[in-house]
């Protein structure tokens, strides 16, 4: 994997912010969504939530690096992140290692240090 943060191409898709993160009526998401939502993310605004992930995992490079005995090799970014309120929120976010220099988010949550 690359060293250069820079370099990296960082995607976060639009439905696992719009339909999983900010989501308070999904299953698996609702507790995510009501943290993000009440540290001032919006729905109608979800690429502040995705530029504020990758802002957050360049913030914190290089991260913890995983690796599951299926699947792919994941990033773990740990630390605050400035939300749109103004406060700062401690934060988890999981990347997948797509191909060398690519990741993909999978999912954040509230993290205690």
Same mark, same amino acid.
């Given at each position: 994997?690359?060293?250069?943060?820079?370099?990296?191409?960082?995607?976060?898709?639009?439905?696992?912010?719009?339909?999983?993160?900010?989501?308070?009526?999904?299953?698996?998401?609702?507790?995510?969504?009501?943290? /993000?939502?009440?540290?001032?993310?919006?729905?109608?605004?979800?690429?502040?939530?995705?530029?504020?992930?990758?802002?957050?995992?360049?913030?914190?490079?290089?991260?913890?690096?995983?690796?599951?005995?299926?699947?792919?090799?994941?990033?773990?970014?740990?630390?605050?992140?400035?939300?749109?309120?103004?406060?700062?929120?401690?934060?988890?976010?999981?990347?997948?290692?797509?191909?060398?220099?690519?990741?993909?988010? /999978?999912?954040?949550?509230?993290?205690?240090?």
């Amino acid at each position: 994997m690359t060293t250069d943060v820079a370099a990296v191409v960082w995607t976060v898709e639009r439905p696992k912010i719009v339909g999983y993160l900010l989501n308070a009526a999904h299953t698996d998401g609702a507790s995510k969504a009501k943290y /993000l939502l009440a540290l001032g993310y919006k729905v109608e605004t979800p690429e502040q939530l995705a530029d504020d992930l990758v802002s957050h995992a360049f913030a914190h490079w290089p991260g913890r690096r995983v690796l599951p005995a299926i699947g792919r090799a994941r990033l773990i970014f740990e630390g605050p992140v400035q939300a749109p309120d103004g406060r700062y929120a401690s934060l988890r976010s999981v990347w997948e290692e797509t191909a060398p220099g690519q990741m993909r988010f /999978l999912t954040a949550y509230p993290w205690k240090p």
